[in-house]
Every structure is written in structure tokens, then in C-alpha cells.
């Protein structure tokens, strides 16, 4: 199983960025993606999850009315679109699924939210 993400970067207070999460290794079209993230010196947090057809999606508090999850399972990828991004939105972030009792990570990648 691998996961990488890809799209982060430094982003001004109200800008907008695109995660990106390629999967292989496993058939992406059964299984559940979750979005998390990590600030500093804090937990690590779920921000967005989406079913295997993307037909069911959930969002934190703090992701709700800004963040959007999709997902295209012909391209094994998905997606997190960030909008009216705030510094407290800075974190790494990381594309996750669970195979039986196992969670899979990718590596992580960091959105810096700053003027």
C-alpha cells in the first residue's frame, strides 16, 4: 500500500489550494478515504472522510462549508480542495484508509497558511 500526497504549500489567509492523494497497491474502489492533519505540537486530526463511490462524506467542524473531498477512482486519487484558508489551517496533511485493523499513511504534506 502506498499513499502519497502531493499540493502543499504556503498560501496567504483566504487562499484556496488542492490536495492531492495517489494510491496503489490495493483496489482504491473498495475502500473509504480519510483526510487528516497535524499542527504543531498538537494531535493529529480528522478533517474529511469519503466512501469507496464517494456517494457518503463527512466533514469536521472546522472543514465544514470550506473543504471539499472527491475522489476519482480511475485515477486512484483523492482530492481535498481548501478554500478561504486560515493560519490555523496549517498543518501537514495526510491521506489515510484502513485495510482490516490496519491504518495506512502517506508521508504528509505541509499547508502553511500566512501573510
Known amino acids: 500500500v502506498q499513499l502519497v500526497e502531493s499540493g502543499g504549500s504556503l498560501v496567504q489567509p483566504g487562499g484556496s489550494l488542492r490536495l492531492s492523494c495517489a494510491a496503489s497497491?490495493?483496489?482504491?474502489?473498495?475502500?473509504?478515504m480519510n483526510w487528516y492533519r497535524q499542527a504543531p505540537g498538537k494531535g493529529r486530526e480528522s478533517v474529511a472522510g469519503?466512501?469507496?463511490?464517494?456517494?457518503?462524506?463527512n466533514y469536521s467542524d472546522s472543514a465544514k462549508g470550506r473543504f471539499t473531498i472527491s475522489r476519482d477512482n480511475a485515477k486512484n486519487t483523492v482530492y481535498l480542495q481548501m478554500n478561504s484558508l486560515k493560519p490555523e489551517d496549517t498543518a501537514v496533511y495526510y491521506c489515510?484508509?484502513?485495510?482490516?485493523?490496519?491504518?495506512?499513511w502517506g508521508q504528509g504534506t505541509q499547508v502553511t497558511v500566512s501573510s
Open positions: 489515510n484508509t484502513r485495510l482490516g485493523f490496519l491504518d495506512y
Open positions: 497497491g490495493f483496489t482504491f474502489s473498495n475502500r473509504g
Open positions: 469519503i466512501s469507496p463511490t464517494g456517494g457518503r462524506i
